[in-house]
């Protein structure tokens, strides 16, 4: 919930704004930021029971590739992109890896940002020959300095999570991690640097 007054800006156009309107449309704007971790989460747990003919319902496949990539070591920010890569399968069940990248790329160094985006390519290694697609789509990406790191992403945490037997970390182990990841971004055009 918004904490601030309930004071709006006053413009019926953008070019009419004034500095006192934009004081309040980003007085705002910071409170419900925060709010960002909770509605990712709650966003995740649409996937709950979606299994869309697969092992493992959508979300436990997200927990298992964090769980994986927990286990393995990998750092904080790692660990939640495993968690949330899939996160965009509701609203872009035709490019769902872009959806997941860009609601990361503000908090995530460009390697996660890279292995979110190309990561519905390099999946398709493991799969795309059985529904006539080609399995080396990734080779165009060959050289590129994150290929290895996506392709182990994919090999490691990725494919590797659709066992029906895994005892996965609960969402609630993960929820302090995104809080944290999400707390400030590294980067975007609406925060000034200090």
Known sequence: ????????AGFTQMTEGTAEDYRIISGNFKEYSKGLPD???DH???????FGGFPVDRLEH???SATLAHRDGQNEEYVVAALLHDIGDTLGSFNHADIGAAMLK??????IHWILEK????QGYYFFHHIGLDRD???QFRGHEHFEDCAHFCQAYDQ??????????PLSFFEPMVRHVMAAPKQSIYVMEE
């Open 62 to 64: 997200s927990l298992q």
């Open 137 to 139: 789509m990734r080779e």
């Open 39 to 41: 509605r990712v989460l």
């Open 44 to 50: 995740l747990n649409l996937l709950k029971g979606d």
């Open 160 to 169: 590797a999570a659709f066992n029906k037997d895994f005892e996965s970390a």
């Open 106 to 111: 503000p908090f995530v160094s460009d390697k």
């Open 119 to 122: 990561h519905g390519i390099f």
């Open 1 to 8: 919930m918004n904490d601030m007054p309930d004071l709006r």
